[in-house]
Protein backbone atom coordinates (compact mmCIF):
# COMPACT_ATOMS: atom_id res chain seq x y z
CA UNK A 1 0.00 0.00 0.00
CA UNK A 2 1.11 3.56 -1.04
CA UNK A 3 2.08 6.49 1.27
CA UNK A 4 -1.25 8.29 0.23
CA UNK A 5 -3.45 5.38 0.78
CA UNK A 6 -1.57 4.31 4.48
CA UNK A 7 -2.05 7.95 5.83
CA UNK A 8 -5.66 8.48 4.10
CA UNK A 9 -6.47 5.81 6.48
CA UNK A 10 -5.14 7.08 9.73
CA UNK A 11 -7.37 10.26 9.10
CA UNK A 12 -10.31 8.21 7.97
CA UNK A 13 -10.75 5.97 10.68
CA UNK A 14 -11.63 9.10 13.08
CA UNK A 15 -14.26 10.38 10.35
CA UNK A 16 -15.49 7.48 8.18
CA UNK A 17 -16.84 3.72 9.20
CA UNK A 18 -14.55 1.48 7.15
CA UNK A 19 -15.33 -2.20 6.03
CA UNK A 20 -13.55 -4.88 5.04
CA UNK A 21 -15.74 -7.11 2.97
CA UNK A 22 -14.41 -9.31 -0.04
CA UNK A 23 -11.16 -7.90 0.47
CA UNK A 24 -12.23 -4.52 -0.72
CA UNK A 25 -11.86 -1.66 2.11
CA UNK A 26 -15.58 0.59 2.25
CA UNK A 27 -15.53 3.95 3.75
CA UNK A 28 -19.09 5.83 5.06
CA UNK A 29 -19.41 8.65 6.85
CA UNK A 30 -22.22 8.79 9.90
CA UNK A 31 -23.80 11.93 7.55
CA UNK A 32 -23.59 9.91 4.57
CA UNK A 33 -26.23 11.70 2.81
CA UNK A 34 -24.44 14.85 1.82
CA UNK A 35 -21.33 14.46 1.06
CA UNK A 36 -19.76 11.97 -1.48
CA UNK A 37 -16.11 11.63 -0.91
CA UNK A 38 -17.29 10.22 2.58
CA UNK A 39 -18.39 6.57 0.55
CA UNK A 40 -16.56 4.49 -1.46
CA UNK A 41 -13.88 1.77 -2.21
CA UNK A 42 -10.40 2.36 -1.30
CA UNK A 43 -7.98 0.08 -3.21
CA UNK A 44 -4.66 -1.55 -2.76
CA UNK A 45 -4.16 -1.99 -6.57
CA UNK A 46 -4.32 -0.36 -9.21
CA UNK A 47 -7.40 -1.22 -11.26
CA UNK A 48 -7.79 -2.51 -14.77
CA UNK A 49 -10.65 -1.38 -17.12
CA UNK A 50 -12.39 -3.97 -16.47
CA UNK A 51 -12.21 -4.61 -12.98
CA UNK A 52 -13.25 -0.68 -12.68
CA UNK A 53 -16.53 -1.52 -14.47
CA UNK A 54 -17.40 -4.71 -12.01
CA UNK A 55 -16.33 -2.00 -8.94
CA UNK A 56 -18.70 0.89 -10.45
CA UNK A 57 -21.48 -1.99 -10.92
CA UNK A 58 -21.18 -3.22 -7.44
CA UNK A 59 -20.93 0.34 -5.94
CA UNK A 60 -24.25 1.32 -7.68
CA UNK A 61 -26.42 -1.97 -5.97
CA UNK A 62 -24.66 -1.08 -2.61
CA UNK A 63 -24.46 2.64 -2.10
CA UNK A 64 -27.24 3.02 -4.41
CA UNK A 65 -29.86 1.20 -2.03
CA UNK A 66 -28.16 3.16 0.53
CA UNK A 67 -30.87 6.23 1.82
CA UNK A 68 -29.71 10.05 0.72
CA UNK A 69 -26.19 8.71 -1.08
CA UNK A 70 -25.79 10.12 -4.74
CA UNK A 71 -22.03 9.45 -5.04
CA UNK A 72 -19.43 7.49 -4.55
CA UNK A 73 -15.25 6.75 -4.75
CA UNK A 74 -13.45 4.17 -6.17
CA UNK A 75 -9.72 5.39 -4.70
CA UNK A 76 -6.33 4.48 -6.32
CA UNK A 77 -2.87 5.21 -5.83
CA UNK A 78 0.25 5.45 -8.36
CA UNK A 79 3.93 6.19 -8.52
CA UNK A 80 4.00 9.62 -10.30
CA UNK A 81 3.94 8.58 -13.81
CA UNK A 82 0.41 7.57 -14.17
CA UNK A 83 -2.11 4.44 -13.87
CA UNK A 84 -3.04 1.70 -16.37
CA UNK A 85 -3.71 2.74 -19.77
CA UNK A 86 -6.85 0.67 -19.94
CA UNK A 87 -8.66 2.34 -17.21
CA UNK A 88 -7.83 6.23 -18.46
CA UNK A 89 -11.04 8.11 -18.14
CA UNK A 90 -11.76 12.19 -18.31
CA UNK A 91 -13.61 11.52 -15.60
CA UNK A 92 -11.04 10.23 -13.14
CA UNK A 93 -9.99 13.11 -10.96
CA UNK A 94 -6.65 12.88 -10.13
CA UNK A 95 -4.02 14.65 -6.78
CA UNK A 96 -0.69 14.28 -6.17
CA UNK A 97 0.69 12.87 -2.77
CA UNK A 98 3.28 14.74 -1.40
CA UNK A 99 5.65 14.86 1.95
CA UNK A 100 6.81 16.70 4.40
CA UNK A 101 9.84 15.91 6.16
CA UNK A 102 9.07 16.47 9.64
CA UNK A 103 12.61 18.09 11.07
CA UNK A 104 12.51 20.47 8.41
CA UNK A 105 10.93 23.01 10.92
CA UNK A 106 12.03 26.83 11.21
CA UNK A 107 11.71 29.80 13.46
CA UNK A 108 8.08 29.44 15.06
CA UNK A 109 5.67 32.08 15.50
CA UNK A 110 4.58 33.25 18.47
CA UNK A 111 0.81 34.33 17.25
CA UNK A 112 0.27 30.41 16.83
CA UNK A 113 -1.52 28.58 19.22
CA UNK A 114 -2.80 25.12 19.76
CA UNK A 115 -6.30 24.52 19.10
CA UNK A 116 -7.85 23.12 22.66
CA UNK A 117 -10.82 25.55 23.52
CA UNK A 118 -14.75 25.77 22.92
CA UNK A 119 -13.83 29.38 21.25
CA UNK A 120 -11.64 27.84 19.50
CA UNK A 121 -13.51 24.61 17.77
CA UNK A 122 -16.29 26.89 17.07
CA UNK A 123 -13.70 28.93 14.94
CA UNK A 124 -12.80 25.70 13.43
CA UNK A 125 -16.14 25.33 12.18
CA UNK A 126 -16.80 28.64 10.64
CA UNK A 127 -13.65 28.89 8.63
CA UNK A 128 -14.93 25.17 7.13
CA UNK A 129 -18.60 26.31 7.36
CA UNK A 130 -17.32 29.79 5.21
CA UNK A 131 -16.96 27.53 2.35
CA UNK A 132 -19.18 24.90 2.61
CA UNK A 133 -22.28 24.52 0.79
CA UNK A 134 -25.48 24.52 2.57
CA UNK A 135 -25.89 20.44 1.71
CA UNK A 136 -22.57 19.68 3.25
CA UNK A 137 -23.80 21.49 6.66
CA UNK A 138 -23.89 18.43 8.45
CA UNK A 139 -20.74 16.54 7.17
CA UNK A 140 -18.62 19.37 8.08
CA UNK A 141 -19.91 19.88 11.53
CA UNK A 142 -19.40 16.28 12.35
CA UNK A 143 -15.63 16.23 10.67
CA UNK A 144 -15.48 18.98 13.13
CA UNK A 145 -16.28 17.02 16.42
CA UNK A 146 -14.33 14.02 15.16
CA UNK A 147 -10.92 16.51 14.40
CA UNK A 148 -12.15 18.17 18.39
CA UNK A 149 -11.79 14.18 19.48
CA UNK A 150 -9.07 13.04 18.06
CA UNK A 151 -7.38 16.65 19.60
CA UNK A 152 -8.89 15.54 22.83
CA UNK A 153 -7.08 11.76 22.99
CA UNK A 154 -3.97 12.49 21.66
CA UNK A 155 -4.65 11.20 17.75
CA UNK A 156 -4.27 14.71 16.19
CA UNK A 157 -3.28 18.14 16.73
CA UNK A 158 -4.42 21.33 15.31
CA UNK A 159 -3.10 24.86 15.32
CA UNK A 160 -4.01 28.27 14.67
CA UNK A 161 -3.93 32.16 14.09
CA UNK A 162 -6.08 34.91 15.24
CA UNK A 163 -6.53 38.19 14.50
CA UNK A 164 -8.47 40.49 16.53
CA UNK A 165 -9.67 37.71 18.58
CA UNK A 166 -10.43 36.00 15.74
CA UNK A 167 -10.14 32.60 14.35
CA UNK A 168 -8.31 32.86 10.35
CA UNK A 169 -6.10 29.97 10.05
CA UNK A 170 -5.43 27.02 11.37
CA UNK A 171 -3.60 23.91 10.14
CA UNK A 172 -3.70 19.87 11.65
CA UNK A 173 -2.74 16.10 11.23
CA UNK A 174 -3.60 12.67 12.57
CA UNK A 175 -0.86 11.02 13.45
CA UNK A 176 -0.26 7.11 13.86
CA UNK A 177 3.03 4.99 14.77
CA UNK A 178 6.06 7.53 12.61
CA UNK A 179 3.38 8.87 9.67
CA UNK A 180 0.81 12.18 9.80
CA UNK A 181 -1.54 12.64 7.38
CA UNK A 182 -3.00 16.72 6.99
CA UNK A 183 -6.65 17.25 7.96
CA UNK A 184 -7.76 19.93 5.22
CA UNK A 185 -5.81 23.37 6.07
CA UNK A 186 -8.20 26.48 5.78
CA UNK A 187 -7.31 30.46 5.60
CA UNK A 188 -10.05 32.95 6.03
CA UNK A 189 -10.52 34.27 2.24
CA UNK A 190 -9.66 37.69 2.92
CA UNK A 191 -6.05 36.58 4.75
CA UNK A 192 -4.91 34.45 1.80
CA UNK A 193 -1.76 34.68 0.16
CA UNK A 194 0.24 35.95 4.05
CA UNK A 195 1.66 33.11 4.11
CA UNK A 196 -0.25 31.79 7.45
CA UNK A 197 -0.57 28.50 6.12
CA UNK A 198 3.24 28.32 6.46
CA UNK A 199 3.55 29.60 10.19
CA UNK A 200 1.35 27.48 11.26
CA UNK A 201 2.40 24.47 9.89
CA UNK A 202 5.97 25.10 11.09
CA UNK A 203 4.23 24.76 14.32
CA UNK A 204 2.61 20.97 13.26
CA UNK A 205 6.07 20.24 11.80
CA UNK A 206 7.83 20.86 15.65
CA UNK A 207 5.06 19.08 17.44
CA UNK A 208 5.44 15.78 15.16
CA UNK A 209 8.78 16.12 14.90
CA UNK A 210 8.55 15.88 18.97
CA UNK A 211 6.55 12.82 18.67
CA UNK A 212 8.58 10.68 16.75
CA UNK A 213 6.64 11.44 13.21
CA UNK A 214 8.83 11.31 10.70
CA UNK A 215 6.47 12.65 7.67
CA UNK A 216 3.31 14.32 7.01
CA UNK A 217 1.59 13.91 4.07
CA UNK A 218 -1.42 15.76 2.19
CA UNK A 219 -2.83 16.09 -1.18
CA UNK A 220 -3.38 18.43 -3.70
CA UNK A 221 -4.33 19.29 -7.45
CA UNK A 222 -1.48 19.14 -9.88
CA UNK A 223 0.19 22.19 -10.90
CA UNK A 224 -2.58 24.39 -8.41
CA UNK A 225 -1.86 27.42 -6.04
CA UNK A 226 -1.65 24.91 -3.05
CA UNK A 227 1.04 22.10 -4.52
CA UNK A 228 2.69 25.73 -5.13
CA UNK A 229 2.89 26.60 -1.68
CA UNK A 230 3.28 22.90 -0.01
CA UNK A 231 6.50 22.33 -2.52
CA UNK A 232 8.05 25.78 -1.52
CA UNK A 233 8.03 24.54 2.40
CA UNK A 234 10.03 21.99 1.30
CA UNK A 235 6.91 19.14 0.25
CA UNK A 236 8.34 16.31 -2.22
CA UNK A 237 5.39 14.14 -4.48
CA UNK A 238 5.69 10.85 -3.99
CA UNK A 239 3.01 9.39 -5.45
CA UNK A 240 -0.68 10.19 -7.31
CA UNK A 241 -3.93 9.14 -6.06
CA UNK A 242 -7.20 8.32 -8.67
CA UNK A 243 -10.89 9.05 -7.97
CA UNK A 244 -13.17 7.19 -9.94
CA UNK A 245 -16.56 9.57 -9.15
CA UNK A 246 -19.35 7.53 -10.16
CA UNK A 247 -23.14 8.37 -9.45
CA UNK A 248 -24.75 6.04 -7.55
CA UNK A 249 -28.39 6.03 -8.85
CA UNK A 250 -28.00 6.62 -12.76
CA UNK A 251 -28.31 3.95 -14.32
CA UNK A 252 -27.99 5.39 -17.72
CA UNK A 253 -24.91 7.69 -17.03
CA UNK A 254 -23.18 4.71 -15.28
CA UNK A 255 -24.09 2.04 -17.83
CA UNK A 256 -22.40 4.13 -21.06
CA UNK A 257 -19.16 4.24 -18.62
CA UNK A 258 -19.31 0.89 -17.75
Known amino acids: MGLGMMTAAIRDRAT ?58 IVWENDVAGQAADVRDEKIEETNVLSFQTEAWGILDPGVFPLKSDED ?27 RAAVAEGRAELFGYERDGELIAFVGAYFEGSLGRFVTPYTLVGERGRGLFGVCVQWLFATASRRGIDRLVLEAEPRGYQERIYRRLGAQIVSRMHADVVVATDDGENRARA
Request: proline share 4%.
Open 16 to 73: TIRVVDGGLTTIQTPSRADYWFGHGYRLDFTPTGAELAALRLRGRRYFGALPGIQKFT
Open 121 to 147: WRGVERLILEEAEVEHESYNRWVTSCH
